[in-house]
């Protein structure tokens, strides 16, 4: 959904929430095909990001096909693969100072654009989507040694069954691990008619044969054998922080928490570069017993 809707958290607009309410039970009433249509486009057409940054020296761009269609992946360095997702209205340039390090490591890093976002073709982004084109671009690949994700990307690498995962080592940066929750609570806040919303989710689900109580990254993660790390701020605003805490004493999980980076600044710091250290050492050690 636009970035309006799903980071707004402010509570002082309530007359603003109870006319967007009004407006979109309204028009659902009257033209539902047509209520349809627009509620796609407000809330799944994310942000594409017009910041310049600077690229790492000699990155390599490639257009991957998949089904949701042509995706720009980004590599840089040599060496085993790991893979890395953004979250909603990011992008794979929020990676670069991260791939730089794992390049450094002697790793190859390949992030990609997700549906409708950065250079990436598609109008729509949602879960389903970002699901399938993962899948896709793994499947691209011989082998990949782990993966790292942000925020909804989390959810999308938790909630992928592709084989090449399955025993892999996480990275998961400030993630939704209630994306469900989140999700309908975020929608809820900004006063749109959830009738419509529901309309919308449905629609999704029946053409992706995804349905949306089937999506549960938080019980994914429980159940992966391979070692996960979680690098989170305490203060984040728009991923909880106190899901991250408590599925961080499973034992195969460790909790790198921070203190004032937030949702965005975290892929920019040292303590994410010590969190992807400390899982290459924890998998170098698991395969070393």
């Known amino acids: 959904m636009s970035s309006k809707i ?6 002082a607009f309530s007359f603003r929430r109870q006319l967007i309410n009004l407006t979109t039970r309204l028009h659902h009433t009257l033209a539902p095909g047509h209520a349809c249509k627009v509620a796609k ?7 594409r990001s017009k910041r310049k940054v600077d690229e790492p020296a000699g990155l390599i761009r490639r257009k991957v096909k998949t089904s949701e269609g042509n995706m720009m992946t980004y590599s840089l360095g040599t060496g085993p693969t790991w893979v890395l997702g953004h979250g909603w209205s990011g992008s794979s340039s929020q990676f670069f ?4 390090h794992i390049a450094a490591s002697g790793f ?4 990609f654009d997700n549906p409708a976002h950065g250079e990436s073709e598609g109008q729509y982004g949602h879960l389903p989507g970002f699901v399938a084109a993962l899948n896709d671009i793994l499947a691209q690949q011989e082998a990949i040694v782990g993966v790292i994700a942000h925020s909804m990307g989390g959810a999308m690498v938790l909630e992928s069954r592709h084989p090449l995962l399955e ?11 209630n994306y469900t929750e989140n999700l309908f609570s975020t929608v809820e806040r900004s006063g749109y008619s959830m009738k419509l919303f ?16 089937r999506i549960n990254p938080a019980a994914r993660l429980e159940q992966r054998l391979a070692d ?8 984040d605003r728009f991923a909880s922080f106190s899901h991250s805490e408590k599925i961080g004493e499973l034992e195969h999980v460790t909790l790198f928490p921070t203190d004032g980076l937030g949702h965005g600044r975290i892929l920019q710091s040292d303590q994410l570069k010590r969190g992807f250290d400390h899982l290459v050492a924890l998998t ?4 070393a017993a």
Not at 6 to 11: A, H, L, P, T
Not at 41 to 47: A, E, I, M
Not at 169 to 177: C, D, S
């Open 198 to 213: 529901n309309a919308v989710v449905d629609d999704i689900a029946q053409a992706y044969q995804y349905p949306l109580d």
């Open 41 to 47: 486009k407000v809330l799944l057409t994310p942000d």
């Open 108 to 111: 190859t890093a390949l992030a």
């Open 167 to 177: 025993d892999k080592p996480v990275l998961l940066v400030a993630p939704v691990l």
């Open 97 to 100: 100072s991260l791939m730089e």
């Open 6 to 11: 799903y980071f707004s958290q402010r509570q």
């Open 284 to 287: 170098e050690a698991s395969r």
């Open 228 to 235: 996960v790390v979680i690098v989170h701020d305490r203060k």
